[in-house]
C-alpha cells in the first residue's frame, strides 16, 4: 500500500488493499479489516473488474472478505448482502472459482444464524463448483463447508468423512492451512458425536494449538468451543473448572477482536455447564441473554431452539 499509493494506480492500490485485509481478518482485527475492505469497495465502484489484469479475480473477492468479516462481527444482514454482491459480480466477470469460495463462507454464516437447510445447500455448491473445476484450494474450503452444514445437521458420519478429505487435501498439497484449526475444530466434535472420546479431546487440543501457533484469535474461539462442548459431554460437573476456563479464554477472544458473533455460543454453554452443577436459575439466565443476543443478531435458527428450552 505504501508503494503502491503515491503511484496512483488504483489497481495496485485495490490489491495491496486486499491482501492487507485478509491478513488482518486472519489475525483477528476486525474492525481495521473492515475499514480496509470499506477502502477496496469504494474503488471498486467504478471499475468491478478492477482486479483482473493484475491478479485475475475482480472485486467480487472483496465481498465475500466483507462478508466473512460482517459474519465474525454478528452483523448477519449485511453479510448476506455482501455475499450477494460477490455472486453477482462473479457472475458478470464469468469467474469459476470464487463462487465456491463465496458459497463456503456463506454456508459458515448460516451455521452461525442456525439455518439448517441453507448451511447445507451452500455448502453443496461449494463442493460441485470445486470438484468441477478442480481448484484444491477450493476442494479444501468446498468440502471444509459441506462439513459445517452436516455438523449443524448433526450427521456426525458425513461431518467426519468431509472434515478429513479437507484435511487431507490440504495436507498433501500444502494449501489453505488458514482453515486448518477451524476444521480441525469441527472434526473434533464430529467424533464427539460418533462417541470416540479419546480422538475428541486429540483433536480439540490440535485445534487449539494450531490457531495460536498461527496467531488466528477467531478460529481459536472456535476450537475452545468446541473444547468446551467435549468436556461437558464427557466429564460433566467434574470439569468444571478447566471448561469454566476455557470459555474464559474464547469470551477474551471475542473481546479482542470483536467476534461477537461467538458470544451467545459461549452463553450456551455456561448454561449447560449451570445445569450441570445444578444451577436452574442461572442456567435459564444465560439461556435468556444467549436467546436474546440470537436473536438481534438475525440468528433465527439458534434463537428458536433456546426458545424451545425456555419453554
Known amino acids: 500500500i505504501a508503494l503502491a499509493d503515491p503511484n496512483g494506480d488504483r489497481e495496485l492500490r485495490w490489491t495491496g488493499r486486499e491482501l492487507l485485509e485478509f491478513a488482518l481478518t486472519e489475525v483477528g482485527d476486525l474492525d481495521r479489516a473492515l475499514r480496509m475492505n470499506d477502502q477496496q469497495i469504494e474503488f471498486s465502484r467504478a471499475d468491478p473488474g478492477i482486479g483482473l489484469a493484475m491478479v485475475g479475480i475482480s472485486t467480487s473477492s472483496s465481498f465475500w472478505h466483507r462478508g466473512t468479516i460482517l459474519k465474525d462481527l454478528g452483523r448477519f444482514d449485511e453479510a448476506i448482502d455482501a455475499f450477494r454482491r460477490c455472486e453477482e459480480i462473479a457472475r458478470r466477470f464469468n469467474e469459476s472459482e470464487i463462487p465456491s469460495w463465496n458459497d463456503f463462507f456463506r454456508s459458515s454464516l448460516f451455521d452461525r444464524m442456525g439455518d439448517v437447510q441453507a448451511a447445507l445447500s451452500a455448502g453443496r455448491r461449494a463442493v460441485d463448483i470445486a470438484e468441477k473445476i478442480g481448484?484444491?484450494?477450493?476442494?479444501?474450503?468446498?468440502?471444509?463447508?459441506?462439513?459445517?452444514?452436516?455438523?449443524?445437521?448433526?450427521?456426525?458420519?458425513?461431518?467426519?468423512?468431509?472434515?478429513?478429505?479437507?484435511?487431507?487435501?490440504?495436507?498433501?498439497?500444502?494449501?489453505?492451512?488458514?482453515?486448518?484449526?477451524?476444521?480441525?475444530?469441527?472434526?473434533?466434535?464430529?467424533?464427539?458425536?460418533?462417541?470416540?472420546?479419546?480422538?475428541?479431546?486429540?483433536?480439540?487440543?490440535?485445534?487449539i494449538q494450531t490457531a495460536a501457533e498461527m496467531e488466528m484469535p477467531v478460529a481459536e474461539v472456535h476450537a475452545r468451543l468446541a473444547r468446551a462442548r467435549i468436556l461437558i459431554g464427557l466429564d460433566g460437573v467434574a470439569a468444571q473448572a478447566e471448561v469454566a476456563s476455557t470459555l474464559d479464554r474464547a469470551?477474551?477472544?471475542?473481546?479482542?477482536?470483536?467476534?461477537?458473533?461467538?458470544?451467545?455460543?459461549?452463553?450456551?454453554?455456561?448454561?449447560?455447564?449451570?445445569?450441570?452443577?445444578?444451577?436452574?436459575?442461572?442456567?435459564?439466565?444465560?439461556?435468556?441473554?444467549?436467546?436474546?443476543?440470537?436473536?438481534?443478531m438475525g440468528a433465527t435458527g439458534r434463537a428458536e431452539r433456546l426458545a424451545r428450552e425456555l419453554s
Open 135 to 207: 481448484s484444491v484450494l477450493s476442494r479444501v474450503s468446498g468440502h471444509g463447508s459441506y462439513v459445517i452444514a452436516h455438523g449443524l445437521a448433526g450427521d456426525w458420519e458425513a461431518s467426519r468423512k468431509s472434515l478429513e478429505l479437507a484435511l487431507e487435501i490440504s495436507r498433501e498439497h500444502r494449501v489453505a492451512f488458514f482453515l486448518s484449526a477451524d476444521h480441525l475444530a469441527g472434526l473434533a466434535e464430529a467424533y464427539l458425536g460418533l462417541g470416540d472420546a479419546p480422538r475428541a479431546r486429540e483433536l480439540a487440543q490440535e485445534a
Open 251 to 296: 469470551a477474551a477472544l471475542v473481546r479482542s477482536t470483536g467476534a461477537v458473533s461467538y458470544e451467545p455460543q459461549i452463553l450456551v454453554e455456561r448454561a449447560r455447564l449451570a445445569e450441570l452443577s445444578g444451577d436452574s436459575a442461572g442456567r435459564t439466565d444465560l439461556i435468556r441473554e444467549a436467546h436474546r443476543l440470537f436473536t438481534a
